[in-house]
């Protein structure tokens, strides 16, 4: 792939997320640019090329795999991921997939053999490892200004038209559910700042908000390989609220936030010489990971350099949330790895 040029990406699937991915590219001109996009659905392809200004819409998926993208963005429910990602792949494309990367290890494995095999490059949508906020959280900590971390806690609180927009989210297709769709981020945030894990265990609301076929409230508790545990919360079942994301790391010396509301804070007498708690950024960053993830990416795909986030993450991630489920399926503690 030449190295002076941008990589041109193709888009599968133009809903809710696309969006997303098409103002991240845009940020990225001279990096990556959109090849033109797909869905089954044509007139939602047609609308968003329209928000867009996409010049090109793909007739068929046909298309989409015989055209000269580079690579091939999967955004479709999560049972699709693996089979159009396999196909992307033996198409010669590379493929970035949207969370989660699989709803296997099976699945994941797929993935991975096949991109070895393409001589290819399979990357998740880890975009919350590329936010700022997060950025500025890692080093917080790696500064030593709240001592090692003991203990983490993440909370995401979203209200049911999270699942009323994507409908598919209440079903099967999901995977799972609020486990798999929305706690996999603070999955993925958590092992790259605390490693690799040793155990899982993990309990479903029994009292559903939702009518779908997966858990709508979740627990879900770890230990990782370093002693650290977290504990992770979320629910789709909040109908007046905060409607909030929230990472928290604990030092004995301090401890440091990343929000979705007030942004990345810490407190550590350390390092700031009161016991108040100080923004780490000026701004609120949250959410604008997608743009640095996609120009990660794409200097990947262009010069072969290491990124960020690797399939092998997407297929870490995706274990953490299966260990889960099956410690709420069985009620007993999972050990780390998983069997494939």
Request: hydrophobic letters at 45%; one cysteine or more; a negative charge.
């Amino acid at each position: 792939m030449s190295t002076d040029k941008p990589v041109r990406v193709a888009l599968l699937g133009c809903g809710a997320i696309a969006q997303a991915h098409l103002r991240a590219i845009a940020a990225n001109p001279g990096v990556v640019e959109v090849a033109g996009i797909y869905d089954a659905d044509r007139s939602r392809a047609e609308a968003r090329a329209a928000e867009f200004h996409v010049a090109h819409i793909y007739h068929t998926w046909h298309d989409v795999l015989a055209s000269d993208a580079d690579v091939i963005a999967v955004l479709l429910p999560h049972d699709l991921h693996a089979k159009f990602a396999v196909e992307v792949l033996e198409a010669g494309h590379h493929v970035v997939v949207e969370k989660p990367l699989a709803t296997t290890l099976a699945e994941c494995d797929a993935i991975l053999n096949a991109a070895a095999k393409a001589g290819k490059r399979a990357h998740p949508v880890h975009n919350r490892i590329y936010d700022p906020g997060t950025d500025a959280a890692r080093e917080f900590i790696k500064s030593g200004a709240i001592g090692d971390i003991f203990l983490a806690q993440t909370v995401g609180l979203e209200p049911p038209q999270t699942v009323s927009v994507r409908p598919w989210l209440g079903t099967k297709a999901g995977g799972g559910g609020v486990l798999m769709a929305q706690a996999v981020h603070p999955a993925y945030l958590l092992r790259w700042i605390l490693g690799d894990l040793s155990e899982a265990t993990s309990i479903a609301g029994a009292r559903k908000v939702l009518d779908m076929t997966s858990e709508d409230t979740a627990i879900a508790v770890y230990r990782f390989q370093q002693g650290a545990i977290a504990e992770m919360t979320g629910t789709f079942g909040m109908n007046v609220g905060p409607w909030n994301h929230r990472v928290t790391f604990y030092g004995p010396d301090g401890y440091v936030e990343i929000c979705n509301r007030e942004g990345v804070r810490g407190l550590s007498e350390k390092h700031f010489g009161d016991r108040e708690i100080h923004p780490l950024l000026p701004d609120l960053e949250w959410g604008t990971g997608f743009a640095r993830m996609w120009a990660d990416y794409a200097n990947g795909f262009r010069t072969g350099a290491p990124t960020r986030v690797s399939g092998l993450d997407g297929r870490a991630a995706v274990e953490m949330i299966l260990a889960a489920y099956e410690s709420s399926k069985s009620r007993r503690t999972i050990d780390f790895p998983l069997p494939a």
